[in-house]
């Protein structure tokens, strides 16, 4: 069986032995874009070498790029623990073209590689492409010999990626597994196609236009190749699962925490021991790149996660700080891949129980507070949005939190009400400050913090830069 750190070196191996310079990962705070919280895909390390900015490491390189999706554009945090495909942290292989190869190599790598190197079932694959990409159609016809109802005609934004609104953009096809009848969902496009049945595992975007201000005004003289596919996805399929917590890693991550909290990962307790396993990577990734939790930017997502995870054990009934003690399990799992992980594991253990236990002082006094005002509340209710302003004020409950804690009753939670309670604080914050004699220039420090987007929401609220697809 492919373990998933067998599933990476194959990938990476197979590409440098097709001219591709293997490069590290980049770390997950973005050193070329600080419109972007987090690197949420393998092309970010390489923005400015497709803009022409920098110059390319080699014409062909290939990744396993660390991505955290919990802010901005893709966020992918309030599925994650429900579904079987989303993930918070995750590493996306990639192969990159720059200026060498194109649209045909590109598809016949990719078509060698799920079929030959991990040796699929072709019949269970098929394609999507841009409504327009006639070009694309043949080629997977022809490369491939997919039957044309397995080249699926998609007109939206899902299969055109633009950079921004001035930059290289271009067609995409996506690579999808079929999981078989007995999952409900239906093939891309269709209504159904939320389901589980089909999962994207591999993003192939064909960047062969220029555009400015939304517009296509050229074609680029030597178009490139961004590809991106999900190592627990496709290590999802290789090992027969359905599930990406089903996979090696996170088995072994999560019978740690069975093991800790003495329950096991069934019926009810089966999301929070995802969540669990999830949120410590993501966490650990982040902190060995030098985010520290704090209540503003990339800090405050850090504690969001960090905390949503915490619910989690509480509601295990770990009585304890749990999250230090399964790092361990982490770096056996991925410390080899990762050796900076393994330097920092001290500094990870140490901010995740100092957070606990920071946390837990509060946590359970906020979580009586929303027992008592949801009681008697009606199937898909709102909680009043004063009250969760009063749970992040008081308690320390990032929004998300109460979102997730109260998806478990059914009850949602009234957004606008919270925003406006968030308003009316920083008003009177300001109006104190005022009052208080303090220079009339300081003030000045009050619409900086309000310009640069207070900055403790911009993790679900603001769009952060794009970053692939
Ligand atoms: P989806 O449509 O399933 O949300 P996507 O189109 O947003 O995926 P891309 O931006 O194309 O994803 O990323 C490239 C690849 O990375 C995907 O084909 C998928 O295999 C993987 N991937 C994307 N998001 C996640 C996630 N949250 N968790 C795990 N893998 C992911
Ligand atoms: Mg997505
Ligand atoms: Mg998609
Ligand atoms: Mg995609």
Redesign the pocket.
Known sequence: MYSTNDIRSAFLDYFASQGHEKVPSAPLVPYNDPSLMFVN?GMVPFKNVFTGLENPPAPRATTSQKCV?AGGK?N?LDNVGYTA???TF?E?LGNFSFGDYFKEQAISHAWHVVTKEFGLDPSRLLVTIYHTDDEAFDLWRKIAGLPEDRIIRIATKDNFWVMGSDGPCGPCS?IFWDYGPDVAGGPPGSPEEDGDRFV????LVFMQHLQANDEIVSDLPHPSIDT???L??IASVLQGRQN?FDIDTFRNLISASEDLTATRAEGEQRASHQVIADHLRSTSFLITDGVLPSNEGRGYVLRRIMRRAMRHAHLLGAKDPLMHRLVPALITEMGQAYPDLTRAQPLIQEVLEREETRFRQTLEKGLRLLDEETRGMADGSALPGETAFKLYDTYGFPYDLTVDALRERGLDVDREGFDAAMAQQKAAARAAWKGSGAAADSEVWFDIADREGATEFTGYSATAGDG??
Do not use: K, Q, S, T
Not at 200 to 203: P, S
């Open positions: 895909a999706r893709h992918d495909r989303h993930l995750f996306m996506e994207e595992i591999w993003n991106g596919m999900g627990e996805r990406v692939h697809v």
